[in-house]
């Protein structure tokens, strides 16, 4: 049975300065938000058949880096501006690391968000992204859908989620 796809972005795992951040306000340690992110997302992608996409900027050092060893699916990495060590390095916790996915189900995904001249050119439906930290900056365009955990909470979506997330802003998948 194939595994389920799920989306998150920006865990920061290591990243002490994160915790002045979102949904982090308020968490004491960097080790207490680096298991807390954990925990929380393998509550939710459970099966080792499932897939865990994280859209860029995964953890701060390789310490850190480790801690994806306690999730128990199939981990795929799309590079951040933060992922700035060896691919072989990402390689040891994720089955393949990539730049950017196009049409994978029917969506591109990317770290950042797409330039929508590209998107138009392309004639991409929605561009899956991370990178933006604050919901006030969040692009208010249904051919942009942020995954980043201070935007959608600690949780992945689930393809089916991000799906309907995208429908519900006015987008197309």
């Known amino acids: 049975m194939a595994?389920?796809?799920y989306f998150i972005s920006d865990?920061?795992?290591?990243h002490k300065r994160i915790l002045d951040f979102g949904q982090r306000v308020g968490i004491?340690?960097?080790?207490?938000?680096d298991d807390l992110i954990i925990e929380t997302i393998g509550k939710k992608v459970k099966k080792k058949a499932?897939?865990?996409w994280i859209l860029g900027d995964v953890a701060m050092n390789?310490?850190?880096l480790s801690k994806l060893s306690r999730l128990q699916c199939r981990k795929r990495l799309v590079l951040g501006n933060h992922d700035n060590y060896n691919i072989q390095e990402y390689l040891k916790y994720f089955e393949n690391v990539y730049g950017l996915v196009r049409n994978y189900h029917g969506l591109v995904f990317s770290h950042c968000p797409l330039h929508p001249n590209e998107m138009a050119y392309?004639?991409?439906?929605?561009n899956v992204h991370g990178h933006i930290h604050h919901p006030e900056k969040d692009l208010d365009d249904p051919t942009y859908f942020n995954v980043n955990v201070d935007i959608i909470g600690m949780e992945p979506l689930s393809?089916?989620?991000l799906r309907?997330?995208?429908?519900?802003?006015?987008?197309?998948?």
């Open 3 to 5: 595994g389920v796809p």
């Open 159 to 161: 393809l089916e989620e």
């Open 164 to 173: 309907q997330g995208i429908i519900n802003k006015g987008g197309e998948v």
């Open 28 to 33: 004491k340690t960097i080790e207490e938000h």
């Open 122 to 126: 392309r004639n991409w439906k929605c």
């Open 50 to 52: 499932d897939i865990l």
């Open 11 to 14: 865990l920061h795992l290591g």
């Open 62 to 64: 390789r310490e850190s």
